[in-house]
Antibody, heavy 123, light 108 residues
Framework: QVQLVESGGGVVQPGKSLILSCAAS????????MHWVRQAPGKGLEWVAI????????DYADSVKGRFSISRDNSKNTLDLQMNSLRVEDTAVYYC????????????????WGQGNMVTVSS | EIVLMQSPGTLSLSPGESATLSCRAS???????LAWYQQKPGQPPRLLTF???GRATGIPDRFSGSGSGTDFTLTISKLEPEDFAVYYC?????????FGQGTKLEIK
């Protein structure tokens, strides 16, 4: 079965960096675009970033553009999110998510989600 | 980007009753580009319905999504104890896909 397992969260000071990882299994990872979606405490969901199946195409939410970088390693079935210049408002649970089809675009829904990883930005 | 407004914010019902959750979009998302998710505390969202009539794998037929244009509804018939959770709608007609702020379905 499809499994997505995030790691790497924690507490970090404003302005610092953190990297999140997502280990995928149970499906052909190299065939799917992958996404990060976040949820601030007690709030709704916000799409963060997408990477194409081959890693050549990427896109970001305006709120993180220029600070976050998404990447993947298809040989290891892993997805990463490098987060730089972190702000208090980046505090959230970060989910890696897979769409239902082999489609590149942020105009898609999500069939599979990881358990989530908490990132807290605080001084 | 398209803004989704969900109502009510909280809905208090008893097991066995039916629930009607609303999602209104700031512009048309057609009839097929709206999904609904269920989220319980400490868990990721779970896909319930998508498109005009789609239901995710393993989702009971008590859950049904409907609507078109800017007004959409998730109906849950004969509420079970495990149905009490937060529900989110998501539009995927335009990039980026956006989510509503959620409706909390609580036991009365």
């Amino acid at each position: 079965q499809v499994q997505l397992v995030e790691s790497g969260g924690g507490v970090v000071q404003p302005g610092k960096s953190l990297i999140l990882s997502c280990a995928a299994s149970g499906f052909s990872f190299r065939s799917y675009a992958m996404h990060w979606v976040r949820q601030a405490p007690g709030k709704g969901l916000e799409w963060v970033a997408i990477i194409s199946n081959d890693g050549r195409h990427k896109d970001y939410a305006d709120s993180v553009k220029g600070r976050f970088s998404i990447s993947r390693d298809n040989s290891k079935n892993t997805l990463d999110l490098q987060m730089n210049s972190l702000r208090v408002e980046d505090t959230a649970v970060y989910y890696c998510a897979r769409p239902p089809a082999k489609y590149y675009g942020s105009d898609i829904y999500f069939e599979y989600w990881g358990q989530g990883n908490m990132v807290t930005v605080s001084s | 980007e398209i803004v989704l407004m969900q109502s009510p914010g909280t809905l208090s019902l008893s097991p066995g009753e039916s629930a009607t959750l609303s999602c209104r979009a700031s512009q048309s998302v057609g009839s097929t580009y709206l999904a609904w998710y269920q989220q319980k505390p400490g868990q990721p969202p779970r896909l319930l319905t998508f498109g005009a009539y789609g239901r995710a794998t393993g989702i009971p037929d008590r859950f049904s999504g409907s609507g078109s244009g800017t007004d959409f509804t998730l109906t849950i018939s004969k509420l079970e104890p495990e149905d009490f959770a937060v529900y989110y709608c998501q539009q995927y007609a335009r990039s980026p896909g956006t989510f509503g702020q959620g409706t909390k379905l609580e036991i009365k």
